[in-house]
């Protein structure tokens, strides 16, 4: 199957404006090979399969929606966005992963720093011209840093899983849908509606997601001005909103730019859910090739 998607690496990903693309063909199923089962021998991203881990992963997603709320999550972003933490390498982040195993994924309980390598080295298996495209997918999640106590140890259910629109009406597309209801803005009647506080074609941007490592590490990338593509930047930030790049829903909070940049998410989704496995690779041997693009991308330090 093929899909046209625009070149974005024809500006930085800083510049937010439109992008100036030029058109390229990229194979969206090349030599990577979609494996029938995950870690645990089920069915990638089964909600329902019947397992210890499941309990593990409905719990999360409970108390997940439950508490990401519109003013919640104004009041992190608002906290996170000054970036006062810490100040550190982006291999120094991908070394503090070692220490967390993502609770909300049915598919892999191995520390987070398997899952990036996995996923960046599948990307650079099928697209080995894409140079960006295999940093992205090695930092994909490295928002994930702040479960760590120097970053507040926030709880996993505002870190990690799932991430979704809040001010407006939830999709029943969202994992767990019904834990929803428990969130106070679900009855709240300026929250509850297909638009809510947003208007048609605002653009993601503008939009406020459930907190967690996605956008985080959007803001970590965006303000320490790396350079970056546009689209890579949008894969960071939307990479785990399923709802919209798996089930297409809230399409119509979407701009030009956000449709755009979405074929790029559709491509990396596949690398980031399927290559998840129980097989190590070597960081010593990978790590030179990622250490030449993360100097090539981004500063030495950045801030937190």
């Not at 100040?87 to 120094?92: A, F, L, P």
């Not at 840093?145 to 009406?169: E, M, R």
């Amino acid at each position: 199957m093929t899909i046209v998607i625009e070149n974005p690496l024809t500006e930085s990903a800083h510049v937010e404006s439109k992008v100036q693309a030029v058109p390229k063909e990229l194979q969206l199923d090349e030599g990577f090979v979609v494996p029938d089962a995950n870690a645990f021998g089920h069915t990638f991203r089964d909600y329902d399969v019947e397992s210890e881990r499941q309990k593990t992963v409905e719990e999360f997603y409970r108390v997940n929606h439950i508490n990401q709320t519109y003013d919640y999550v104004k009041k992190l972003r608002g906290d996170y966005e000054k970036l006062d933490k810490r100040e550190m390498s982006i291999w120094e982040g991908i070394e503090l992963l070692n220490e967390f195993i993502d609770d909300s994924d049915p598919d892999l309980d191995m520390p987070q720093i398997e899952h990036l390598l996995q996923t960046a080295e599948a990307i650079r298996k099928d697209y080995p011209n894409e140079d960006w495209l295999h940093l992205t997918g090695l930092i994909h999640d490295l928002g994930k840093v702040l479960l760590h106590p120097d970053f507040g140890g926030l709880p996993q259910w505002s870190v990690v899983g799932d991430t979704f629109p809040v001010g407006c009406a939830y999709d029943e597309s969202n994992v767990h849908f019904k834990y929803f209801k428990g969130n106070p803005d679900y009855s709240n009647p300026k929250y509850n509606t297909k638009l809510g506080v947003y208007s048609e074609g605002c653009g993601l941007n503008n939009v406020y997601m459930s907190f967690g490592h996605d956008d985080y590490m959007y803001l970590v990338a965006k303000e320490n001005k790396c350079t970056l593509p546009s689209a890579a930047l949008f894969i960071i930030r939307y990479h785990s909103f399923y709802p919209l790049h798996k089930h297409g829903a809230y399409k119509y909070l979407m701009n030009e730019e956000d449709r755009e940049n979405l074929k790029w998410l559709h491509v990396f989704n596949k690398y980031d859910l399927y290559s998840k496995s129980n097989i190590k690779i070597d960081v010593e041997e990978v790590k030179p090739y990622y250490l030449s693009l993360i100097k090539k991308y981004f500063p030495e330090k950045l801030k937190w």
